[in-house]
T-cell receptor, first 112, second 118 residues
């Protein structure tokens, strides 16, 4: 079963606006990560937030984690056309070496 | 930069054929993974390996097997391809980390292999 569920499934905004995507998960985690996937390509790691962290920034990315609600959000500020991609959250609820569990993704479209 | 290379980007195979998908990573990572990605289902873990000659089943191992004879190479095998195995297959690798701490279980993905079974 899927651990992470992203919301919304699809999001279309104008270039320059901020984009917010949410992720909910079911079990306790060690960390949560966000990945980006351009159409037909592999996934690229964006940012990781540990279970004892509440907020993390990286460039135009801001991630929050609320372990009490088992949810995370990814904010992309000042969006660009090149941000058009699918975004996935992933958790390592398995506890270490045996892979991450991915959600189904949010497809983000930035309108120029 | 970490590089994970999948040997075939696009394959078309017939039902019943044996299919090999090869993956090589160049960063001496212990862990390697095979996922498949389908519309509406996201990524699902098929098999993973945390050492040479070691393998573990993921969420959907049925119809697949794997081989890890060398640390840098992880092969996914479809013994008898079926149409429901038409999908995008993603290989990935990461460092072996205990407890999910440290720099994090960041996974590095290959570009994917599109397999169509007809």
């Amino acid at each position: 079963s899927q651990q992470g569920e992203e919301d919304p499934q699809a999001l279309s905004i104008q270039e320059g606006e901020n984009a917010t995507m949410n992720c909910s998960y079911k079990t306790s985690i060690n960390n949560l990560q966000w990945y980006r996937q351009n159409s037909g390509r592999g996934l690229v790691h964006l940012i990781l937030i540990r279970s004892n962290e509440r907020e993390k920034h990286s460039g135009r990315l801001r991630v929050t984690l609320d372990t009490s609600k088992k949810s995370s959000s990814l904010l992309i500020t000042a969006s660009r056309a090149a941000d058009t991609a699918s975004y996935f959250c992933a958790t390592d609820a398995r506890g270490g070496a045996d892979g991450l569990t991915f959600g189904k993704g949010t497809h983000l479209i930035i309108q120029p | 930069d970490v590089k994970v290379t999948q040997s075939s980007r696009y394959l078309v195979k017939r039902t019943g054929e044996k299919v090999f998908l090869e993956c090589v990573q160049d960063m001496d990572h212990e862990n390697m993974f095979w996922y498949r990605q389908d519309p509406g289902l996201g990524l699902r873990l098929i098999y993973f390996s945390y050492d040479v000659k070691m393998k573990e089943k993921g969420d959907i191992p049925e119809g697949y097997s794997v081989s890890r004879e060398k640390k840098e190479r992880f092969s996914l095998i479809l013994e008898s391809a079926s149409t429901n195995q038409t999908s995008m297959y993603l290989c990935a690798s990461s460092l072996l980390l205990g407890g999910g701490l440290g720099p994090g279980n960041t996974i590095y993905f290959g570009e994917g292999s599109w397999l169509t079974v007809v």
